[in-house]
């Protein structure tokens, strides 16, 4: 199992966490030299904020409590590809890296929705230089959407 695989099933972990307590199924964690900085899940029912999704609750973190060196050099693993308001924050929070578990498009299409901008797309339209990769191990994070959801 590769270290993407790990923190991607650390991040699904945590989505289900988070839809254990009522919210949506998404999780991500922040790591930098395979050290784990920070987790975090998506709070958007239980704080009623609907911006409590966790990529941006970790950018926000990195910003905080990194240096802008250290912001470039961590990797954000994260269940699902952000959406486009937390593609923006991890831009501006100059992480070095999104690693994801469900794509954009499945999970559009487990949602019957049309898919909206990829991170890549957000990153690019901005210039940036953070790196997206995924998706990984996708069918796993499926099966965590579908158990909130539903299939169809």
Known sequence: M???ETHVRAAFDLA??????GNAPFGSLLVSDGTVLS??????????????H?????????????TADERAATTMYTST????????AVHY????????G????????????????????????KNGTTTVDGPVLEPEGLAVHE???GSD
């Open 102 to 125: 469900v794509s954009t498009g499945a999970f559009a299409d487990l949602r019957g929705r049309e898919p909206g901008l990829t991170c890549a797309d957000i990153v690019a339209a």
């Open 81 to 88: 590809e952000p959406c486009e308001m937390c593609s923006a």
């Open 147 to 149: 158990a909130f959801y």
């Open 54 to 66: 966790p990529e941006l609750k970790l950018a926000r973190w990195a910003g905080r409590h990194l």
């Open 39 to 52: 987790r975090a899940r998506n709070t958007t029912v239980t704080d009623d904020d609907i911006t409590a």
């Open 93 to 100: 929070a100059g992480l070095q890296r999104v690693v994801f």
């Open 16 to 21: 289900r966490e988070a839809a254990d307590r």
């Open 2 to 4: 590769t270290d993407h």
